[in-house]
């Protein structure tokens, strides 16, 4: 046996959970540079940039500062109390992932839910897992509304205010987990799975459904197995963005096999991280824990009186280089036959997608709309074309790649065609 089995066996012996998901340490000011990233975001208040998945990540890392924190989270709530009061149109409501991510901030928060307003939360976010439930169906042959992914959320939300959650709702995850049903279209979802792992992992942890016991292990393992299956030869689990999630599920759910591959990984997504390739919020938000060797669950164990706020930093400055023009190619096909929209534009590199669609909005006959999300813009529509159930526009580098960013972050590169094309999942 190496000498690292050794150590882990003699660890488990002794009821010491041994760390076998550990990354390479963070340099301290990259760390810093991301930190202060977010707390930029949380500065923004208004109800459609509000964003629970933020102040999450904020408070693993021991931020923000207590002022800070006060005012958000009052935000949080008065914008999430008030959208579930009966007065609310029931259309505006936040969705069941949503909900869950305002419980885990209220945890992050260190705020009680036994309230009357908090129960009342609860109540409906219990609710909600019912409808997929029914949905998902006794034969398993339907599927969420939403996603496995929010399903997941769900369960891990009421988990770590150790709520307990019916068996009959944990069977259909460990059914999907165990079938292979965590998907994003016919393609595995990393982030999906790593999503189920931690709501397992907490499960486990909580012990609050006995009798599934040896299920949640035999699902854990499996979906620890096909994550890493996942690792890419760029070093990521499934692409960089679902990386600190799958991070996250792989510190919880810990093996020997692991160990490797998260140095590996971890060393990958610092490459990434400094490269500057997480600009939006939400991937930000759930990598931040990871380099605190944190995950949700340890929302579990938070020190709530440690709100250390954030040390003085000296603003990096990017270099300044004048942006060159390029062209590329804008193109819509409702299907490979059918090309409603063909464009050549010329641009400043550096432009993001969305500027561009927004000029040709203004000045051409391209058409599209979108939805706000904590992501940022989902396109709902284009040219008029709404997707059907299960489908949504989808967006490419031709013929065939799709982006790893939405239209906020994604710059079109010198030459390229970018493709909105009418996909299912
Ligand atoms: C499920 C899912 C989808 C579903 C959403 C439909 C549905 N009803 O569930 C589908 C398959 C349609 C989808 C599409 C896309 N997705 Co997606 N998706 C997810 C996933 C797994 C969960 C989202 C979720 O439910 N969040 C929980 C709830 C509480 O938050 P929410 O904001 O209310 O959720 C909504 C948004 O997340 C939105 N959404 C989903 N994906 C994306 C991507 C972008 C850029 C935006 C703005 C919104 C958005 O759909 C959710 C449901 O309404 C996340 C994984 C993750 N780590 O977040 C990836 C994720 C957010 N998606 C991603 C991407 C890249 C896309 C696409 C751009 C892919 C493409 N090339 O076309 C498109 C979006 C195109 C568009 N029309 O604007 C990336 C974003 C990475 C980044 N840099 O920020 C993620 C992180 C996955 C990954 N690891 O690559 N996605």
Known sequence: ME???????LLCCLGVPAQLCQLPPANSDLVGTITQQLLGWMARRS????????YVGL???NQPSRD???LYLNSLTVHYQESFSSLAPAHLRPSMGQLALYLLAMRSGCKDIDTRKGSLLVTQLKSYLE???HRIGHEHTGRPATNYYQYSLSILALCVHDKKVPGHIVEKLLHAAQYDLLLQGSRFSVDTAAMASLALSCLQALGLNPGLAPWISRALEHVRNKILEEETPEGYFGNIYSTPLALQALMEAPSPESERACLRVGDALLKGLQEGAFQNPLPLSQLLPVLHQRTYLSLKQLDCKDFRGLLDLDPIIPPTQKPKEIQFWLKVQTDPLHVVYHQQYRILEGT???DVLDKAQMEDAFMYETQNTLSGPFITSVMGVTPGEWQYWQLLRAPDVPLLQGITNYQPRDGETILLSLASW
Do not use: A, W, Y
């Not at 000498?3 to 066996?9: A, E, F, T």
């Not at 109800?47 to 933020?54: Q, R, V």
């Open 47 to 54: 109800p459609s940039e509000l964003n629970p998945s933020i």
């Open 68 to 70: 800070q924190d006060e």
């Open 131 to 133: 409808e997929e439930k």
């Open 59 to 61: 408070r693993l890392s």
């Open 352 to 354: 993001t997608l969305k």
């Open 3 to 9: 000498p690292s089995g050794k150590l882990v066996l």
